[in-house]
Nanobody, 123 residues
Framework: QVQLVESGGGLVQAGGSLRLSCAAAGRTFSTWRMGWFRQGPGKEREFVAYISAGGASTAYTDSVRGRFTISRDNVKNTAYQEMNSLKPEDTAVYYC????????????????WGQGTQVTVSS
């Protein structure tokens, strides 16, 4: 019933920018916390960013703070992540997550997940 689909990934040079989108199917999207996680090669899935249901509150992991911006449009049922000043260490599959039921940085607290979109940052 609930589906999240990420898009916007790609290959960019270090210092470049990308904007990821997460399109959600679900009438309760506007009530969900939304988040972005990423998983680099050989690494565990890592919390990246969070936005509250209404969009007023955000949180970021230290490594992306000041470079990434999470946002949402509850009319379009879409969450976004603008990524600026990209670094090679940002290379990962980025996952959209919806409807956290607990601590936002904990993977298992999120009810719904997209399939991921690849972001590759070259040197």
């Amino acid at each position: 019933q609930v589906q999240l689909v990420e898009s916007g990934g790609g290959l960019v040079q270090a210092g470049g920018s990308l904007r990821l989108s997460c399109a959600a199917a679900g009438r309760t999207f506007s009530t969900w916390r939304m988040g972005w996680f990423r998983q680099g090669p050989g690494k565990e899935r890592e919390f990246v960013a969070y936005i509250s249901a209404g969009g007023a509150s955000t949180a970021y992991t230290d490594s992306v703070r000041g470079r990434f911006t999470i946002s949402r449009d509850n009319v379009k049922n879409t969450a976004y992540q603008e990524m600026n000043s990209l670094k090679p260490e940002d290379t990962a599959v980025y996952y959209c997550a919806g409807d956290s039921r607990g601590t936002i940085s904990v993977v298992k607290s999120w009810a719904y997940w997209g399939q991921g979109t690849q972001v590759t940052v070259s040197s």
